[in-house]
Every structure is written in C-alpha cells, then in structure tokens.
C-alpha cells in the first residue's frame, strides 16, 4: 500500500496474555518508530530501528516489551504479560533516509484495550 | 469521558480567525522541526517542516517561526476553518545520526463557527 499500515486496529486482551502488533512501512523507508499514545496524551517514544544498525531501544517502559524488525520491513511490537496501563494506541512510522530532513508518516495506530 | 492525568493545553479560536500554537523545545541540537496535525481516531499527519537554518517558512494557510535562541517553535494557522480543529504537535531531530524524533505535549484547537 501507499501508506504505513498497522494491524490489528483494535486490540483487546485479558491482563496478563501476550500481544504482538504489526507494522507495514511505506516500502523503501529505512527509518522505522514505534510510538505509545494514551488517551488524551502526547507521543511517548518506545523504539526506533534505522537501516541495519542497532535499534534504540531508550523508550521500551519495561522488559515487557520488546519489538524486532525482519528484513529491513515489516516490525512486530511485543507486549508481554500485558497489564491495564498498557492500554493505549500504538503508532508506528516510518522514514526515508534519502533525505535526512524528512518528514515520518504515520500509520492509523493499534489500539490495544487491556480489560 | 477522558481519563484522569495530563490534560492537553487547549485553544479556542473563531472560525476566520488567525490562531499560534507554541512549542517549546529543549535539545539545543536538534536540527529539523515538524508540526503534525492528529484528528481524532487517526495518526499524526504531517503538516510543515522547518530546518534549523530557517527562521520561517510558509506553506498553504500555514506558517513555522524558528526561534532559536529561547528554543521556541511556532505554528500560525491563517483564516482558520471547522477542520483545523485537532491535536497539533511539534516534533524534533537530531541530525547526525540519531534520527529519533521527539514530540512536545501536544495543543488542542478548536474552531468555534
């Protein structure tokens, strides 16, 4: 597709069960940013993966999470033994690099419901 | 209802009207600046970019001020309509490497008709 795409778009797990979100980038991007967003809040940074170097992984809240990306393309985002304050809407981005002063685009977002 | 903690800064402004959003930044070196626009329901959308040998640039309705020295970012939105209303964030980057993008608080605007 043309855009970023997340899957699933909603998400509800019972507290403690494992969950994995996807991210398709725009094909070609090297840059690629996973983003936590809770209701009513601004964008906290989780993980970013650039090309083949190694991911920053500053942003992950706790060994919980995890988030691996394949191939240079499609990421996963891994919550495990998820609890309520997990809920929230997981953005991911993506990036060129052909240009660094670049602008990222964003997908529609995970929205994971920990009940 | 919303759910209790940080609430978004807000502003209201007349549909016509001109409306500023501020930000304020705190990495002196960051290189390049983003404002993105959020509708309910959806991700970001990128609005306008500056680089940090601009000042100002201007794009549709829509101007970017750079200032920085006091490290603060502006966006003017000029004769404002029914769908600027949304979240508006600044984002920064460093440029040498570590491309992270970091994003300010976030305001909300709303266009009264």
């Known amino acids: 597709g043309a855009g970023v795409s997340q899957s699933p778009s909603n998400k509800v797990t019972e507290k403690g069960k494992d969950v994995e979100l996807r991210c398709d980038p725009i094909?070609?991007?090297?840059?690629l940013y996973w983003y936590r967003q809770s209701l009513g809040q601004g964008l906290e940074f989780l993980i970013y993966?650039?090309?083949?170097?190694?991911?920053?992984k500053s942003g992950l809240p706790s060994d919980r999470f995890s988030a691996e990306r394949t191939g240079g393309s499609v990421s996963t985002l891994t919550i495990q033994r998820t609890q309520q304050e997990d809920s929230a809407v997981y953005l991911c981005?993506?990036?060129?690099?052909?240009?660094?002063?670049?602008?990222?685009?964003f997908g529609q977002g995970t929205r994971l419901t920990v009940v | 209802g919303e759910s209790v903690g940080l609430h978004l800064p807000t502003l209201s402004v007349q549909e016509g009207d001109n409306s500023i959003i501020n930000c304020a930044y705190s990495?002196?070196?960051?290189?390049?600046f983003i404002w993105y626009k959020q509708e309910s329901g959806k991700g970001p959308q990128f609005i306008i970019d500056i680089r940090s040998n601009m000042d100002k640039r201007q794009g549709q309705r829509v101007t970017v001020l750079l200032n920085k020295t006091v490290k603060h970012l502006s966006l003017q939105i000029a004769a404002t309509q029914p769908g600027d209303s949304a979240v508006y964030f600044c984002?920064?980057?460093?440029?040498?490497?570590?491309?992270?993008?970091?994003f300010g608080t976030g305001t909300r605007l709303t266009i009264i008709p």
């Open positions: 984002a920064e980057s460093i440029d040498f490497g570590n491309e992270k993008l970091t």
């Open positions: 990495n002196s070196a960051s290189d390049y």
């Open positions: 094909s070609g991007h090297t840059a």
């Open positions: 993966f650039q090309g083949n170097s190694a991911p920053d």
């Open positions: 981005a993506s990036r060129t690099d052909r240009d660094r002063n670049t602008e990222a685009f």
